[in-house]
């Protein structure tokens, strides 16, 4: 699978539709971690705990299998102050998915997750899907009147690549990361050998350069 460690400006402006940065927040130093494919019983718990130390906040992009297989443990996600997105039911490509099938699995996992915030698993969608989801926010679950929030990234740690290993995802985060950066991690097990390690740094790196943890709600 081919991607981009890093998102060029060129792309995230012919993409206005898609959220590639953080807000701005006055003259704050943020970053905004971001975990897909969870929750995962040990991973997404490691993480929170990672988190709590550092008294930092995240977005889980969570799949809708995953929330009702451990709801105990989505349940603590928002408990601990973090905000949650939809990354559909089932983890549908959105280019190979036929738009009616890829939304009704949106909105089951919709139910559950009530966020404006949508994540498109491996950043595919098509427009059609883009223009439903745009226009009918409650398939998230969400009220009529409320702003569907289609969030991509500006990096990628490519902690999913086995080609990666954390030392490697380490020297992406430190040489892409910055203010306002979206980064794109996940908490499944394939990527557990490498998050294990590069969860812990990229809090140590960001605190250290005074930045914040936020999550992509909080203000």
């Not at 003259?27 to 705990?49: M, Q, R, S």
């Not at 969400?142 to 569907?148: L, P, R, S």
Request: glycine content about 6%.
């Amino acid at each position: 699978m081919y991607y981009l460690h890093h998102i060029p400006k060129l792309i995230q402006h012919c993409f206005p539709q898609f959220i590639w940065t953080g807000p701005q927040q006055g003259k704050e130093k943020n970053i905004y971690l971001t975990f897909d494919d969870g929750p995962t019983p040990e991973v997404t718990d490691f993480i929170l705990d990672q988190l709590g130390e550092y008294e930092a906040h995240a977005t889980f992009f969570c799949l809708g299998k995953q929330i009702e297989k451990h709801p105990s443990l989505f349940e603590r996600i928002l408990n601990e102050g973090h905000a949650v997105g939809n990354h559909t039911y089932s983890h549908l490509d959105g280019w190979k998915t036929e738009t009616a099938k890829y939304l009704a699995d949106v909105k089951k996992c919709g139910a559950l997750t009530k966020s404006p915030l949508f994540r498109p698993p491996y950043g595919r969608i098509k427009r059609q899907q883009v223009k439903m989801l745009q226009e009918h926010p409650s398939l998230l679950g969400i009220d009529a009147d409320a702003m569907t929030q289609i969030v991509m990234w500006d990096v990628m740690t490519g902690d999913f690549d086995i080609r990666m290993n954390a030392d490697k995802c380490n020297q992406v985060i430190e040489k892409f990361g910055e203010i306002n950066s979206i980064i794109t991690m996940h908490d499944n097990i394939k990527s557990f050998k490498i998050n294990c390690i590069s969860v812990p740094f990229a809090l140590n790196h960001f605190t250290c350069l005074g930045y914040s943890c936020k999550s992509l709600t909080m203000k």
